[in-house]
Nanobody, 113 residues
Framework: QAQLVESGGGLVQPGESLRLSCAASRRTNIMDTMAWYRQAPGNQRELVAAIRPNGITEYSDAVKGRFTISRDAAKNTIYLQMNSLKPEDTAVYSC???????WGQGTQVTVSS
């Protein structure tokens, strides 16, 4: 069964870092396009970062230069390294394999002093 499980969220202070992980089940091909989205209370879900099969990455303007998406094929895992976190980064972060509409359950990131 295809499945994505996120981890790594938590409460941090502004300026700190977090690394989110998205572990895929064996039947999930993470070499496809993979993406991270986030949704803050009262807001629509928004694309944060994506990684294509050829390794090309893209980021929203809000996180460009601070966040990095990466993939470890051996571990079947996608990562989102988040640096210089801001209060406006507070949201539930979810990973997805868009081609088949597969989503993880999400992990909460809270940035607050």
């Amino acid at each position: 069964q295809a499945q994505l499980v996120e981890s790594g969220g938590g409460l941090v202070q502004p300026g700190e870092s977090l690394r989110l992980s998205c572990a895929a089940s064996r039947r999930t091909n993470i070499m496809d396009t993979m993406a991270w989205y986030r949704q803050a209370p009262g807001n629509q879900r928004e694309l944060v970062a994506a990684i294509r099969p050829n390794g090309i990455t893209e980021y929203s303007d809000a996180v460009k230069g601070r966040f990095t998406i990466s993939r470890d094929a051996a571990k079947n895992t996608i990562y989102l390294q988040m640096n210089s976190l801001k209060p406006e980064d507070t949201a539930v972060y979810s990973c997805t394999l868009p081609r088949i509409g597969l989503w993880g359950q999400g992990t909460q990131v809270t940035v607050s002093s």
